[in-house]
């Protein structure tokens, strides 16, 4: 070790908190934010709180300036505008934390897991922060980092609308499934960075560094990038602002029309009406499927992005291949249904009944979720009773009071899957056994 990192360690070990005396700071802080009596904002500017666990508080507003908080756990807790100026936050936990605009420029988050925290208007611009040494003389703050630690943190699925980050470091880090509409990140540095499936609508990548950036299935519309420095295998499945082949325009009748069609040949079991065919169409816009009846429906490859779908009627459609990402399906009765090989990522499917559907003919139907990417989906409180989810992506996915029973996870990947914990054990077993799917 040389004389500077010396010189760093000592000053850390001088500013060094401790669990008992964070947690009385904390709470003061808590007491000011809910206007109790004796509340006190937070101040650990500078301070050295390295592995210390601020879980699943709430600290909106404090500030942690140039502090040092690697590996130090923020899960769950809530952030809004708090201070981390040119602190030291690598391998933190932020996952699931609120940072609705908190003012992180110049951070370093080499290793950081912000796994689908809310960072909508964050600030992560570069920065600088100068102290004084023991000689009155100016020093960096964290001058011991490199450029490299102010890259490669994990922000898989998280909320980062109109973010800033404009100059920013990003070397490499992990942005898949984020929602970044409107972000502004000109003049950064995206080597290596992962934008797969991230919605970057209206974004600002003017003037990046995009070598090998990855935006397969990446959203476009309206966004300022300089597609010429992207390679061609890292943009397939992207979604610019021109549609992707057939749109409403192009189907038959009008939508609401065709709808009409399709209730009344459901109601008469074929007999009237016409089945509604939207397979490969480009829907992207369409308010119409609110509610409706879509029993039976043909939809494969159909483009549904960011679509409201609530309380609506999907028993037994082909949904094969369909692009549902960020998709409101709350309540919505999708029993029998095939979503083999779909795109639900980031889709909402609270309270959704996905059960089996038994036929007049008395032939079950089993809704079909194989290969799907299901990845940071809200299935909480959903009815998944023998769903097959046959090699499907859960990763990072919520299933906290969904009914499991019988569902088929074999093949499935379930990293950051959120359970309860009597769902653990049946996750387990659902995976360790043979399956006739």
């Known amino acids: 070790m040389d004389s500077k990192e010396e010189k760093n360690d000592g000053e850390k070990e001088k500013s060094r908190m401790l669990q008992h005396d964070v947690n009385a700071i904390i709470k003061k802080h808590e007491d000011f934010i809910f206007g109790r009596k004796g509340g006190k904002r937070a101040q650990f500017a500078h301070k050295n709180l390295e592995g210390l666990d601020f879980s699943n508080r709430e600290l909106s507003d404090a500030d942690f300036t140039g502090a040092y908080l690697s590996e130090a756990n923020f899960s769950g807790t809530k952030l809004d505008r708090a201070i981390f100026y040119c602190a030291d936050l690598r391998r933190v936990n932020l996952s699931g934390a609120s940072l609705k605009n908190a003012d992180l420029r110049g951070a370093s988050l080499r290793g950081a897991n912000m796994v689908g925290a809310n960072m909508d ?67 950064a540095s995206l080597k290596d960075a992962d934008f797969s499936g991230t919605n970057l609508e209206n974004a600002d ?27 061609k295998e890292n943009l397939q499945g992207a979604l610019m602002s021109s549609p992707v082949g057939l749109t409403i325009k192009d189907l038959p009748a009008p939508l609401e029309q065709l709808l009409q069609l399709h209730k009344a040949w459901v109601d008469s079991n074929g007999k009237n009406g016409r089945q509604l065919d939207l397979s490969g169409f480009d829907l992207r816009g369409t308010s119409l499927f609110i509610g409706q009846c879509l029993i039976l429906i043909k939809a494969k490859g159909a483009i549904m992005y960011e679509l409201d779908l609530t309380k609506a009627q999907l028993q037994g459609s082909d949904l094969r291949e369909v692009d549902l990402r960020y998709a409101n399906l709350a309540g919505i009765d999708m029993r029998g249904a095939n979503f083999s090989k779909a795109q639900l990522r980031n889709a909402t499917l609270q309270g959704a009944l996905l059960q089996p559907v038994v036929l007049a003919s008395g032939y079950t139907m089993i809704t079909n979720l194989s290969e799907s990417s299901l990845r940071h989906a809200n299935f909480s409180g959903a009815n998944l009773t023998r769903v097959n989810f046959k090699g499907a992506d859960l990763s990072d996915a919520d299933l906290r009071g969904a009914d499991l029973t019988d569902a088929n996870f074999q093949d499935a990947r379930i990293e950051g899957l959120q359970l309860d914990p009597d769902q653990q054990a049946l996750i387990e077993a659902a995976i360790a056994a043979p399956s006739d799917v």
């Open 121 to 187: 208007g964050i600030d992560l611009r570069e920065g600088s922060l100068s102290n004084t040494d023991s000689k009155g003389g100016l020093k960096a703050a964290h001058e011991n980092l490199t450029v490299v630690d102010k890259g490669g943190a994990n922000l898989s699925g998280a909320k980062m609308n109109n973010a800033k980050l404009s100059g920013a470091v990003a070397v490499g880090s992990n942005f898949s499934d984020a929602m970044m509409k409107g972000a502004k990140i000109k003049k």
């Open 205 to 231: 990548l003017s003037e990046c560094d995009l070598e090998n950036v990855m935006l397969n299935g990446a959203v476009l519309s309206g966004t300022a990038i300089n597609l010429s420095e992207v390679k």
